[in-house]
């Protein structure tokens, strides 16, 4: 199975800040990551596929990086809406798929 | 618009069995491979099954293997996650969740770009 690493596993941060949430892969998966987001009561929602590509509608803040086994989300100026619950995924064995632990975002 | 909508969530005790249902709408049902994804109260997403757009592949995660069955009904446009021999580490909200996919550069890149609301499965004696 391939294991998927979030750090860290929460922050606190300010509105206007730059968060970067790292996803480590147990072997390369190529470029076959995403990225969720999660509030509290709600169903998860993509932003990121293919390790960097935004979804339609979601804010030009979020970027996603990486290829092999290290990936990166960042958010470049963080917003009161951002706060969240953030997992990566890896789809690059679909049938055994598997989500990073979660890095909660908070308010500092 | 896409709607997927779990049913059949509730409160079971361990041993027994349960089905959770997903009515889809909204998209063209026979087309997407489909999953279930669970997440107990305070942790994160776990993965559990999927089947294939055809119905002709399915994996299991080792926990459930040999305990769930995941089905498709194309004439109905309805997932079904059959679970028999209920533990209480099955407590968890289940999602019914579709697999999207897209053409980047040279490869197909799958996500889950629908889930449903949630419904919760709670086992306790």
């Known amino acids: 199975d391939i294991q998927m690493t979030q750090s860290p596993s929460s922050l606190s941060a300010s509105v206007g800040d730059r968060v970067t949430i790292t996803c480590r892969a147990s072997?390369?998966?190529?470029?076959?990551l995403n990225w969720y987001q999660q509030k509290p009561g709600t169903a998860p929602k993509l932003l990121i596929s293919a390790a960097s590509s935004l979804q339609s509608g979601v804010p030009s803040r979020f970027s996603g990086s990486g290829s092999g086994t290290d990936f990166t989300l960042t958010i470049s100026s963080l917003q009161p809406e951002d706060f969240a619950t953030y997992y990566c995924?890896?789809?690059?064995?679909?049938?055994?798929?598997?989500f990073g632990g979660g890095t909660k975002v908070e308010i500092k | 618009q896409v709607q997927l909508v779990e049913s059949g969530g509730g409160v079971v005790q361990p041993g027994r069995s349960l089905r959770l249902s997903c009515a889809a709408s909204?998209?063209?049902?026979?087309?997407?491979?489909m999953h279930w994804v669970r997440q107990a109260p305070g942790k994160g997403l776990e993965w559990v099954t999927v089947?294939?757009?055809?119905?002709?592949?399915?994996s299991y995660i080792d926990s459930v293997r040999g305990r769930f069955t995941i089905s498709r009904d194309d004439s109905k446009d309805t997932l079904y996650l059959q679970m028999d021999s209920l533990r209480a580490e099955d407590t968890a909200v289940y999602y019914c969740?579709?697999?999207?996919?897209?053409?980047?550069?040279?490869?197909?890149?799958?996500?889950?770009?629908?889930w449903g609301q949630g419904t919760l499965v709670t086992v306790s004696s």
């Open positions: 909204g998209f063209t049902f026979s087309s997407y491979a």
């Open positions: 969740v579709r697999e999207g996919y897209g053409y980047y550069g040279s490869g197909t890149y799958f996500y889950f770009d629908y």
């Open positions: 089947v294939s757009y055809d119905g002709s592949k399915k």
């Open positions: 995924q890896q789809s690059y064995s679909t049938l055994l798929l598997t």
């Open positions: 072997q390369s998966i190529n470029r076959y």
